[in-house]
């Protein structure tokens, strides 16, 4: 259809009637006259989607230069749209609905700043619409998208998904906010009562229980039946990660022009704290064996508790070279399974490194290989004499391995990855998490998460005697804030510990036993997993793994 400008008039008309009741209309004579009757407009349109005429008529006018203006801006739109026949029908039907409603003319940029960007003309975008218009245009990393769509189909689309989006408030927003808050606090009564209930179903004590109890016990069981099961509930960490979403989507409407303000970016929210690493002392074990209760969700072995664990791995897993690797040098989960052979450097005249240039990481459930998150991420981590062993030791298996299956006829695929299956192909991220918690709890370790691993080798920074910066290095962080933030505390605990025991090493007359100067046998720590060992001990277990050079300087 081509764009010619279509036909439109203004026109004076008036409510006289002639001898037989008839309105004159405009053929009133007295009509010339400049206060007689009313102004109007008349404007052709594009047809319908069916083809049909259509045709906007707007009176009332008291002055006929403000009916020009009108038709003027009118023809402005409709010459917006072009040859587009798709554009020409979307301006008709906004024009039409407008017509209809007798509604205010939009401004004519505005109309050209929705035309541009496929967006409603009427300004009826919702809030979901434009959630799944933002998401599809997105070209962040697949797991970034996977966290944006988790968030937009569990909490976003529900519940503020049907409001416009140019009418979109802070109270709207808040009230999401306040009713996710609340639906936590309820999941969190409602799993607490499970719990009480399972343990009234159960039976505890030795032998088959008697009549009279097996009666009881399945009337408890039938109402553990008819309860809801256990459901996760939102902390404000997750809260604050689902106002980062929202708050990214409507900048990018601010940017497109859509809207003027960022409704996301007023919500008050309750404080974010990031989990504070705190060490796995005998004490906090004791009370963990005692209640089950974890003191953070960041929690820290003892450089003898990964002792504990890596010994323990060695001798029960074929993934003991990837969590030897992930606990000394601060890998990441993904990093550690997309570590390439080609990028590990062992044998050169520099120092022995790895240099993070891919990782795995899930998306959904399939594993992708990408490259890390951060600039900072993608960095060369230096490796100390007893990590190069390890890995050594370990390609040589790795290469047995696939001799072993070759000779057999079994199928061997050759990932380059220096952690695989034993067909050589990747490991998925969850086989890794799912094995450490085998070996942990093998071990009778206190509960830590893999991810934790790498939090422990913040901590072996300060136990080798190094600072916070150190430790941002040694993670690849981005920033010491992000460092300092998430492990000042746990450099204080070690601070604590170490200045109790470089006190205790100065020989002191009184701490001696009279007859062969030896430190009475009450002052000596036990021995075991979560108890803190003697300095030497200490020493010993840390410079296994120290991050030092071929001269021993800190990498």
């Not at 434009?130 to 909490?155: C, F, Q």
């Amino acid at each position: 259809m081509p764009s010619a400008r279509r036909a439109g008039s203004v026109y004076r008309r008036c409510e006289c009637r002639d001898g037989d009741g008839k309105l004159l209309s405009a053929k009133c004579p007295r009509l010339k006259k400049k206060n007689h009757g009313s102004v109007g407009l008349r404007q052709e349109l594009p047809p319908d989607a069916e083809g049909k005429r259509r045709t906007f008529r707007r009176t009332g006018y008291t002055e006929v230069n403000k009916a020009q203006g009108d038709l003027s801006r009118l023809q402005a739109i409709l010459e917006l749209a072009g040859d587009d026949e798709a554009d020409q029908l979307r301006v008709g039907d906004l024009l039409a609905d407008i017509n209809r409603r007798r509604a205010d003319i939009p401004q004519v940029d505005e109309v050209k700043r929705r035309l541009g960007v496929g967006v409603p003309l009427d300004g009826a975008t919702t809030v979901g619409e434009w959630l799944d218009r933002w998401m599809a245009g997105k070209k962040t990393r697949a797991t970034t998208n996977a966290g944006y769509s988790s968030h937009i189909k569990v909490h976003l689309r529900p519940r503020i998904g049907h409001y416009r989006l140019d009418r979109l408030n802070v109270g709207h927003v808040q009230a999401m906010f306040d009713a996710i808050a609340d639906e936590s606090d309820t999941i969190r009564a409602e799993n607490a009562a499970r719990r009480e209930q399972e343990a009234r179903a159960k039976w505890t004590r030795p032998g088959r229980p008697p009549t009279a109890e097996r009666e009881r016990l399945a009337a408890e069981r039938a109402k553990l039946a008819q309860m809801k099961p256990y459901r996760k509930a939102n902390g404000p960490a997750t809260r604050h990660a689902i106002r980062r979403t929202l708050r990214t989507a409507l900048n990018s409407a601010i940017a497109q022009q859509l809207i003027t303000f960022n409704a996301a970016a007023h919500v008050e929210l309750g404080p974010n704290a990031r989990p504070k690493g705190l060490l796995w002392t005998a004490e906090r074990v004791a009370r963990w064996r005692l209640t089950g209760e974890k003191p953070s969700p960041v929690m820290v072995w003892t450089p003898e508790q990964l002792g504990h664990f890596l010994d323990t791995a060695e001798s029960n897993s074929r993934l003991y070279p990837c969590y030897h690797v992930i606990a000394h040098h601060g890998l990441r989960r993904g990093e550690g399974v997309g570590a390439d052979w080609d990028n590990a450097h062992l044998d050169g005249p520099g120092p022995a490194r790895i240099d993070v240039l891919t990782e795995i990481v899930v998306d959904g459930w399939e594993p992708v290989e990408t490259v890390p998150k951060t600039d900072s991420s993608m960095s060369s981590v230096m490796l100390d004499r007893g990590t190069v062993e390890v890995l050594r030791a370990h390609r040589v298996r790795q290469l047995a391995e696939r001799d072993d299956r070759l000779s057999r006829g079994l199928p061997w695929t050759d990932t380059g990855k220096m952690f695989t299956r034993p067909d050589g192909t990747w490991l998925h991220p969850d086989e890794v998490s799912r094995e450490f918690l085998r070996i942990v709890d093998l071990a009778g370790l206190p509960p830590i998460n893999l991810r934790d691993l790498r939090h422990g080798a913040a901590g072996l920074v300060k136990a080798g005697g190094g600072d916070i910066h150190d430790a941002k290095v040694k993670l690849r962080h981005s920033t010491i804030v992000l460092t300092a933030d998430t492990y000042m505390s746990l450099f204080e605990e070690y601070e604590d510990e170490l200045t109790e025991r470089a006190a205790a090493a100065v020989p002191r007359a009184a701490r001696r036993d009279a007859g062969n100067g030896e430190a009475p046998a009450a002052d000596v720590p036990q021995q075991g997993p979560g108890v803190p060992q003697p300095a030497d001990t200490f020493v010993d277990v840390y410079t296994v793994g120290a991050c030092t050079d071929t001269d021993g300087a800190e990498a």
